[in-house]
């Protein structure tokens, strides 16, 4: 298993700024994984975090909006850009443990982000 | 292409019935299954999954799943549910196909257990 820290654990922010979310996992794991988790509904999978090279985005999902970085095996950060209301979620870090593709991911606390 | 499907919005027994959870799933090969619960402000937690082998799987907290290939599902059950029970339960699913890490979920299930 693995433990995950996020932070910020919430926070409020105005429209057109930016926030930088932070996901520092207790072991080095070879799969990092960022989800967002809108009022109500599941969880959307935004990109993977690769070490030492470009995330790899999802369909719907860019990284001039979603800038990721992954400078080593056992840290991450997401950042939201230009943020408007529709961007008002939940994120989500996630990891896997081990190279198998049968592993279940274990996720972070999450970052509940409200956007006025 | 990989997908799940929970049809309930919102499951709501009493404390000490059985609790059922349904899920099912659609992927173009064989999948690998698993489940999730979210408690109030709390991130995932795992429960179970279905690799391969026997279709009864056994998990946290009392929790089993049934793989059942003919019906493509992979519902959730709890032979008595516990008022902490109440949480969102996600099921989600891959497709055992080579290089595949994506994890695709279900919308969720709400589970009320009445006291």
């Known amino acids: 298993s693995a433990v995950i820290s996020q932070k910020p654990s919430r926070d409020i922010c105005q429209r057109g700024t930016s926030l930088t979310i932070q996901c520092q996992v207790d072991?080095?794991?070879?799969?990092m994984f960022w989800y967002r988790q809108q009022p109500g509904q599941s969880l959307t999978l935004i990109a993977t975090?690769?070490?030492?090279?470009?995330?790899?985005?999802e369909s719907g999902f860019v990284i001039d909006k979603f800038p990721i970085s992954r400078p080593n095996l056992t840290f991450s950060t997401l950042t939201v850009s230009n943020m408007s209301p529709e961007d008002s979620s939940i994120y989500l870090c996630?990891?896997?443990?081990?190279?198998?593709?049968?592993?279940?991911?274990?996720f972070g606390p999450g970052t509940r982000l409200t956007v006025l | 292409a990989q997908s799940v499907a929970q049809p309930e919005d919102q499951v709501k027994v009493a404390e000490g019935n059985p609790l059922t959870v349904k899920c099912t799933y659609s992927?173009?090969?064989?999948?690998?299954l698993f489940w999730y619960v979210q408690y109030p402000n709390r991130g995932l937690q795992f429960l179970l999954k279905?690799?391969?082998?026997?279709?009864l799987v056994k998990g946290s907290y009392g929790f089993e799943a049934e793989f059942n290939k003919s019906q493509t599902s992979f519902h959730l059950k709890k032979p008595s549910a516990l008022v902490s029970d109440s949480a969102l339960y996600f099921c989600?699913?891959?497709?055992?196909?080579?290089?595949?890490?994506?994890?695709?979920f279900g919308k969720g299930n709400q589970v009320v257990v009445i006291p």
């Open positions: 996630s990891v896997e443990v081990g190279l198998t593709s049968y592993n279940e991911q274990f």
């Open positions: 072991s080095q794991v070879t799969m």
């Open positions: 975090a690769n070490q030492g090279s470009e995330a790899t985005y």
């Open positions: 992927v173009s090969g064989n999948p690998y």
């Open positions: 279905y690799i391969t082998g026997d279709n």
């Open positions: 989600a699913v891959r497709d055992r196909e080579y290089g595949n890490n994506r994890l695709a």
